[in-house]
């Protein structure tokens, strides 16, 4: 018999239950955690317990990371995953314009969606919406030719915001449907472990059943890196019972 402390995370592999086909590959958790729980049934007599059966044992499988993928949210979320050819991503531009009446754009607005607003020192406190015209903008209005913006000589100097839409390619899409839940999974964890001599032995962790919950927090943090808890709740193999496995070398 062998005794062993863990001090790492396993970099798990998910495998579609009803294929067996490779889901995503995620080696880039901070911790997981395994819990087992179970239900006991008793027989009393005289009012004491004599008799006690162990039944109902369930399990989760906890996953906490800062890093993210495309492919884990699909699974996690039972999310769908597109990628489209072309579409359009929103820009926010804002700054101060220049003397000369110019405010050049980070990228070149896509037909018809750009909006322009003088703002305060502070970029954000909305003054007034401009509107576009052809030419000789008064200072109520603007013109935009490509990606630089043309203002009357009363807004030279001014500040401004520019919200748009940018033309872009190969455009990766997640969608989180309201009817559409997480399928179950195959999880299979390679991480290490060391014994009491100090060696470090491979150990491989087998989730035989898992499907993630629906209830899942998103924070976008600008002070600390974003933590992320994915929960999965675990059911026994139809064929063996199985729930978990641990295997060492």
Not at 3 to 8: I, R, S, T
Not at 38 to 46: L, R, V
Not at 161 to 172: G, S, T
């Amino acid at each position: 018999m062998q005794y062993y402390g863990v001090k790492n995370c396993a970099k798990l592999a998910f495998y579609e239950k009803d294929t067996g086909k490779l889901a995503a590959y995620f080696p880039f958790g901070n911790s997981m955690t395994i819990s087992i729980t179970g239900e006991t049934a008793e027989a009393t007599a005289q009012g004491s317990t004599i008799i006690t059966w162990q039944q109902g044992r369930k399990g989760t499988m906890t996953l906490e990371t800062q890093v993210i993928s495309p492919r884990l949210l699909t699974i996690v979320l039972g999310a769908i995953s597109e990628t489209h050819d072309v579409g359009v991503m929103t820009v926010f531009d804002n700054g101060q314009i220049k003397s000369d009446g110019t405010f050049k754009l980070q990228k070149t607005p896509s037909v018809g969606t750009l909006s322009v607003f003088l703002t305060e020192q502070d970029g954000a406190t909305i003054i007034t919406e401009l509107t576009p015209t052809e030419s000789n903008p008064d200072n109520t209005q603007y013109i935009i030719e490509n990606d630089v913006i043309r203002v009357s000589d009363t807004n030279k100097e001014a500040y401004i915001l520019a919200v748009y839409a940018e033309d872009v390619q190969n455009l990766e899409e997640i969608t989180i449907k309201a009817d559409v839940f997480s399928k179950s999974y195959e999880i299979k964890g390679v991480g290490f472990v060391k014994d009491v001599t100090g060696v470090e032995r491979f150990q491989e962790i087998h989730i035989y059943n898992a499907a993630a919950q629906s209830n899942v927090d998103f924070t976008y943090s600008a002070s600390e890196p974003s933590n992320f808890t994915f929960t999965f709740d675990l059911a026994a193999n139809p064929v063996d019972m199985k729930m978990v496995s641990f295997r060492n070398l």
